[in-house]
């Protein structure tokens, strides 16, 4: 089984950064990618981004050069680098270990509120 762990959510004010985290534990040697995705109130589970181990990446158009994400070395662990936040961006923050096999494994989700 593989467990997912976010962190790094929090209030901040419109124009500001924040850096989310995500880990991978357990069994992860079938994991070949990490993404992120969050939900508003009322609304859907949408994209962020995503990226393999080997670097590859994905971004839901309309946060290209806002958002940036990375993998840690370990290839079990990836950030989300967030600027220029605005009131649009708050929702929960979730993270999602891809796997082999079709598999997939999210985490609890992390609050990202932007208020002034």
């Known amino acids: 089984q593989v467990q997912v762990v976010e962190s790094g959510g929090g209030l901040v004010q419109p124009g500001g950064s924040l850096r989310l985290s995500c880990e991978a534990s357990g069994s992860t040697s079938n994991i070949y990618g990490m993404g992120w995705y969050r939900q508003a109130p009322g609304k859907q589970r949408e994209l962020v981004a995503t990226?393999?181990?080997?670097?590859?990446?994905t971004y839901q158009d309309s946060l290209k050069g806002r958002f940036t994400i990375a993998i840690a070395s370990a290839k079990t662990a990836a950030y989300l680098q967030m600027n220029s936040l605005n009131f649009e961006d708050t929702a929960v923050y979730y993270c999602y270990a891809m796997a082999q096999y079709n598999r997939g494994y999210w985490g609890q989700g992390t609050q990202v509120t932007v208020s002034s």
């Open positions: 990226i393999t181990r080997a670097g590859v990446t």
